[in-house]
Nanobody, 124 residues
Framework: QVQLVESGGGLVQAGGSLRLSCAASGRTFTDYTVGWFRQATGKEREFVAAVSRGGGMPFYSDSVKGRFTISRDNAKNTVNLQMNSLKPEDTAAYYC?????????????????WGRGTQVTVAS
């Protein structure tokens, strides 16, 4: 069993930065690829980024590539998402998720665990 708790969301001006954190509890955290999804009001949930069990092989959606960086610290059971050059279209609830499999397939993976989400609002 893995519990995921997100933090770090908030309100930021366009062009600004935020750092989201996902704190995991549970002894099997390192068994899972971990990533982030987001869901804007009235839209479907979409994949953002994922990182492998060992902290390598990051994979990003085209919409955030070059602006967001995902990282993982297994000693601290955390996964972070550094978000730079934020745009109003990045406004959404951001969810941490854990699943088996590769980072490249994370977007379509059968997600084993979800966090409750943290809101990010980017003002224009």
């Amino acid at each position: 069993q893995v519990q995921l708790v997100e933090s770090g969301g908030g309100l930021v001006q366009a062009g600004g930065s935020l750092r989201l954190s996902c704190a995991a509890s549970g002894r099997t955290f390192t068994d899972y690829t971990v990533g982030w999804f987001r869901q804007a009001t009235g839209k479907e949930r979409e994949f953002v980024a994922a990182v492998s069990r060992g902290g390598g092989m990051p994979f990003y959606s085209d919409s955030v590539k070059g602006r967001f960086t995902i990282s993982r610290d297994n000693a601290k059971n955390t996964v972070n998402l550094q978000m730079n050059s934020l745009k109003p279209e990045d406004t959404a609830a951001y969810y941490c998720a854990a699943a088996m499999g590769s980072t490249a397939n994370f977007a379509g993976a059968n997600i084993n665990y979800w966090g409750r989400g943290t809101q990010v609002t980017v003002a224009s």
